[in-house]
């Protein structure tokens, strides 16, 4: 925005030195002023839109939408037409550009009609809050047949997550063993509270 400022002065200055009658001089002006106008009217809407815990997004295809206005998931579609094959992966476009609130991640998962009919999973799928770039989908056929996407086709869903952004803090080996001793569970992994089957 600055810059953007330092952009304009200079330009008036640059006018202002211009041989040229005061009627020529205003309409320049006043075109300078309306642009700047506009520059610090949209910056003013993007610093509101991250203090808003809603995620903005410009689409050059398909929109975001919820199937129920209680579903966790925005259903995201595809923007090209594509045969993914049995064990094939493909980064599918979806045309969706997206603006995340301050402090959110935005997580892809697969919808799970797709999971459970053709065995469709996604790779992949944090997008962090910086990311302003193009959102695509991961996809990987996990089933026997050939799965046949066309444009519009819903792929997978987008979750609007809080996160904490802290920074970890490395501690020592006698400070670990005395935080680890008041978690429940200890370090039971993998299949350790599985049900037993005599």
């Known amino acids: 925005m600055v810059a953007t400022i330092i952009v304009v002065g200079i330009s008036i200055y640059l ?12 309409t320049v002006l006043n075109k ?11 910056i003013q809407y993007m610093q509101n839109a991250r203090n808003l ?18 579903d966790a998931g925005m259903d995201i579609t595809s923007a090209e037409n594509y045969v993914l094959k049995p064990n094939e992966r493909h980064l599918f476009a979806t045309g969706i550009f997206g603006i995340l609130p301050k402090g959110t ?10 999971a459970v009919k053709y065995g469709i999973n996604v ?27 066309k444009i519009g086709d819903k792929i997978a869903q987008l979750l609007l997550m809080d996160v904490y952004q802290t920074q970890p803090e490395k501690v020592a080996e006698s400070l670990y063993e005395t935080f680890k001793t008041s ?8 299949g350790s509270s599985d049900k037993k089957v005599d």
């Open 183 to 190: 978690k429940d569970r200890g370090e039971n992994g993998f």
């Open 53 to 70: 815990k809603k995620l903005y997004y410009y689409s050059s295809a398909g929109d975001l939408n919820r199937a129920h206005p209680t």
């Open 105 to 114: 991640t935005v997580i892809v998962k697969p919808r799970s009609g797709l």
């Open 15 to 26: 006018i202002n030195k211009m041989d040229k009658d005061v009627s020529e001089h205003t």
């Open 123 to 149: 790779l992949a799928g944090v997008v962090d809050e910086g990311y302003t770039g193009h959102i695509q989908v991961l996809l990987i056929n996990h089933g026997i047949e050939d799965f046949d996407v």
């Open 32 to 42: 300078l002023t309306g642009f700047i106008n506009e520059i610090v009217k949209n």
